[in-house]
Each structure stands twice: as C-alpha cells, then as structure tokens.
C-alpha cells in the first residue's frame, strides 16, 4: 500500500491550500484516514481526522480553518487549509489506520511541506 500526498507549497498567512492524499490499497473506505504535521524541532502532531462513514475530528489549533473529507470512490482523502497561519508551517503526513480485523494496518505517506509566510 502506498499514500502520496500532494498540494504543499508557499503561501501568505491568511491564504489557502489543498493537500491531497491518494491511497492505493483496497481497504480504503473503512479505514480511518488522517493528517498529521510535524514542524522543524517539534514532535508530529494530530490535524484531522475522518472515519469511512465521514465523522471528523480536529485539532483545536485547526478548528473553524481547515476542513478534512474523503472521496471513498476516489481512494483520496483531502485538507482543505483555510486562513493559514506561520504557525501552520510543517511537513504534512497522511496517515491510513485499518479498522476491525484490519487494525493492524498503520500506513504513513511520505509527506508534503507547507510553508506559511507572514
């Protein structure tokens, strides 16, 4: 299985982005997918979240700004990243976590850097 994120770059604070995340394994629609974030000398840290039915959840540094969803048909999940902030700079991972007999499945994609200017 393989996750390749995509969409990183440069933006103004206050502007927005849209990574992708396409997986290529077939478990996709019941797995829960994720993005996660790691900054230069800081641990990686939860963003999003969003189960296969679509229940999200949100870091509270993240609330209100970004928007996770997923597109089971698509095999592709996605953050949208709104009003950014120079705070938000990382490298982004997407991450695909089986469920049920699959539970055992903790896939990690390779990362795409978001660098916010001010």
């Known amino acids: 299985v393989q996750l390749q994120a995509s969409g990183g770059g440069l933006v103004q604070a206050g502007g927005s982005l849209r990574l992708s995340c396409a997986a290529s394994?077939?478990?996709?629609?019941?797995?829960?997918m994720g993005w996660y974030r790691q900054a230069p000398g800081k641990q990686r840290e939860l963003v999003a979240t969003?189960?296969?039915?679509?229940?999200?959840t949100y870091a509270n540094s993240v609330k209100g700004r970004f928007t996770i969803s997923r597109d089971n048909a698509k095999n592709t999940v996605y953050l949208q990243m709104n009003s950014l902030k120079p705070d938000d700079t990382a490298v982004y991972y997407c991450?695909?976590?089986?469920?049920?007999?699959?539970?055992?499945?903790?896939?990690w994609g390779q990362g795409t850097q978001v660098t916010v200017s001010s």
């Open positions: 991450n695909e976590k089986g469920t049920g007999y699959f539970s055992r499945i903790d896939y």
């Open positions: 969003i189960t296969g039915g679509g229940s999200t």
């Open positions: 394994g077939n478990i996709f629609s019941i797995s829960v």
